[in-house]
C-alpha cells in the first residue's frame, strides 16, 4: 500500500507506541486519525504532528465501550473520509500473580476486575475497533489493512495472566480475519513487540529493568520507532497478511 493521502487510524495514539507509528506513517504522507481516551493528550499529539508537517486529527474514544467506538469512527469517516487503515494499539497492563502465597497461606490472588480491565481494553478493544474499520472498508469498496499489536508475552509470562491471554488472542484474532477478510482486499497483520522503551517500562524497578535487558540477546530495550517500523513494513508489503512479526531484540519470553 502506498501511503500517501491514505486515512489511517491509530488507537492508543496520543503518546509512545502509537504516536511513534503515527509520525513514521505521517512521514509517507498518510493522513492520521489519533484515537485515545485523553483529550489533552490527544491536542498535544497533533500539534507535535503538525510541526513535522503531518496531518492528523484528535478523537476522543473508549475502545472498551462498544457506543463509542461506533462513534469514533463515524466521526473519523465525517472528518477526513473513507477509511483505509487501522493500527490497534491501544493497551493496559494490571499485573499480578494468579496467587500470591508465602508459607502454604493464601495473601492475594489476581482479581476479576483486573482481569476484566485488560481484557477488555486488549482484546475486546482490538475486536471492537476491528470490526469497525473492517465493515466501514467493505461498505467503502476500498482495500486496507489493519496492524494488530500483540505481545512478545502472548506465549506466557509470569503475573500476566491477564495481558498474556489478550495478547495471545489479538495474534489469533490477525489469522483468524486475515483469512476472512482477504476476498475484500483487506489485509490484517501485526507486530509483536519485545520490551520497549516506553512510559510503561520507564516506571520499573532498577533491578527488574537490569534483569530484563540482561535476558534481551541484543542487550538492551527497543525503541518505538523500531516498532513504528515494523507497522510500516506491514501496511507496504501487499502480501503480507496473516502473520506476527516479532521484533524483540530475539527476547524468548
Known sequence: MTLQDCIIAITGGARGLGL????????????????DRDG???????????????????????VADEGSVTAAFSAVTEALGPLDGLV????????GLLVKARDGEVLETL????????IDVNLTGVFLCGREAAARMVEAGRPGVIVNISSVVRGGNVGQSNYAAAKAGVASLTVTWAQELARHGIRVGAVAPGFIETEMTAELRE???ERITGGIPLG??????????????????????????ECDGGLRV
Request: net charge negative.
Open 40 to 62: 489533552e493528550q490527544l491536542d498535544e499529539a497533533v500539534g507535535r504532528l503538525a510541526d513535522a508537517g503531518i496531518t492528523a486529527r484528535g478523537f476522543v474514544v473508549d
Open 111 to 118: 482479581s476479576l476486575e483486573r482481569w476484566r480491565q485488560v
Open 20 to 35: 511513534a507509528m503515527a509520525e513514521r506513517l505521517g512521514r509517507e504522507g498518510a493522513i492520521l486519525a489519533l484515537l
Open 207 to 209: 533491578d527488574i529493568r
Open 88 to 95: 490497534n494499539n491501544a493497551g493496559i497492563v494490571r499485573d
Open 220 to 245: 538492551h530495550m527497543g525503541q518505538p520507532d523500531d516498532i513504528a517500523e515494523s507497522v510500516a513494513f506491514i501496511f507496504a508489503n501487499d502480501y503480507f497478511t496473516g502473520r506476527v512479526v
